[in-house]
């Protein structure tokens, strides 16, 4: 069965760095865009970052941005998401994402072709 697993989670303190992995399996992955997804405890689905096909193309939410960094290796068949300067509001399940072609602007876990089961992220101290 297709399939994407993240992994890479876990507790961290604030200011702190983590490296998320998704690894695809059983289907071409170079084909598809990656996305990171979030969920805060108690909130909806925010959009993190993109890559596209061949990791020439990437895009951040603002809340992120100039603190992670994604990145993708095709022969591998896994994306990564660098977590640096990590703050409370980080903490969420963190899922991996792959879709053919943009997003809608408003899009739910079904408008993605693979959804991964996510990992935890707690910042805390």
């Known amino acids: 069965q297709a399939q994407l697993v993240e992994s890479g989670g876990g507790l961290v303190q604030p200011g702190g760095s983590l490296r998320l992995s998704c690894e695809a399996s059983?289907?071409?992955?170079?084909?598809?865009?990656v996305y990171w997804v979030r969920q805060a405890p108690g909130k909806g689905l925010e959009w993190v970052s993109y890559?596209?096909?061949?990791?020439?193309?990437?895009n951040y939410a603002d809340s992120v941005k100039g603190r992670f960094t994604i990145s993708r290796d095709n022969a591998k068949k896994m994306a990564y998401l660098q977590m640096n300067s990590l703050n409370a509001e980080d903490t969420a399940v963190y899922h991996c994402?792959?879709?053919?072609?943009?997003?809608?602007?408003?899009?739910?876990?079904?408008?993605?072709?693979?959804w991964g089961q996510g990992t935890q992220v707690t910042v805390s101290s």
């Open positions: 059983r289907f071409t992955f170079s084909n598809y865009r």
């Open positions: 890559i596209g096909n061949s990791g020439d193309a990437t």
């Open positions: 994402a792959a879709r053919r072609f943009g997003l809608p602007k408003k899009w739910s876990e079904k408008d993605f072709s693979y």
